[in-house]
């Protein structure tokens, strides 16, 4: 079983639709992430949850709401997007000790989604 | 400033050639972290290497090999013999332990594309 699977793999949506992007680590990790990947910028960080509490939110609309049950599962609620939006969103998980993050961030496959 | 420069854009070799990807960062932390991913068109972030700043041994991973050198803050990475499945998007990253940031600085990525 892969290490860290994200559903669905595509998405097309209305800028009216309410969808969520699911990712689950098979890896017994404490953290995970939420990146976006858009076609001109570099991956940016939107959210990191450590033991299910969000630790860090990159100044990310409030149109992305993320949601972290547990420790091996991840969402990202998402309502009245954008066609900016459109971009490839990457999970990750990692292992963190502390307050230290500088394990190796192990990442899916990601959803590729557009908002049209 | 940016944190992680890709300088190359995007590398075509015709197969068995060899190919370096370059990878200059900056930072002010004495503790720090230096990976770098593959991205094939699939779009999964593939984990290839992570590397300490104090340790800068090169590495070599079969036909992978990296060359670390803090005073001229790099981190290359070689590909010898290259192959048509090693076509990918590849991102070189830092991970700053002294800043207490959780995400990962990514480079834009070099496109390598490995012709037949």
């Known amino acids: 079983e892969t290490g860290v699977t994200q559903t669905p793999r595509h998405l097309v949506m209305g800028m009216t639709n309410k969808k969520s992007l699911k990712c689950e680590q098979h890896l017994g990790h404490n953290a995970m992430y939420w990146y976006k990947q858009s076609a001109k910028k570099p991956l940016e960080l939107m959210f990191v949850?450590?033991?299910?509490?969000?630790?860090e939110n990159n100044s990310v609309p409030s149109r992305f709401s993320p949601e972290c049950p547990n420790s091996s599962h991840l969402f990202l609620h998402l309502h009245t997007l954008q066609p900016e939006d459109s971009a490839l969103y990457l999970c990750?998980?990692?292992?963190?000790?502390?307050?230290?993050?500088?394990?190796?961030?192990?990442f899916g496959p990601g959803t590729r989604l557009l908002v049209l | 400033a940016q944190k992680v420069t890709q300088a190359q854009t995007e590398i075509s070799v015709v197969e068995k050639e060899d190919v370096t990807l370059d990878c200059v960062y900056e930072?002010?932390?004495?503790?720090?972290?230096l990976f770098w991913y593959k991205q094939p068109p699939s779009g999964e972030l593939v984990f290839l290497i992570r590397r300490n700043s104090f340790d800068e041994q090169n590495e070599i991973s079969g036909r992978y090999s990296w060359n670390f050198q803090k005073s001229t803050s790099s981190f290359n990475f070689t590909i010898t013999a290259s192959q048509v499945v090693d076509s990918a998007v590849y991102f070189c990253?830092?991970?700053?332990?002294?800043?207490?940031?959780?995400?990962?600085?990514f480079g834009s990525g070099t496109r390598l594309q490995v012709q037949p």
């Open positions: 930072t002010r932390d004495t503790t720090y972290y």
């Open positions: 949850y450590s033991l299910e509490e969000r630790v």
């Open positions: 990253a830092l991970s700053e332990e002294d800043t207490g940031r959780r995400a990962l600085t």
């Open positions: 990750a998980s990692s292992h963190a000790v502390g307050t230290s993050y500088q394990e190796t961030q192990y």
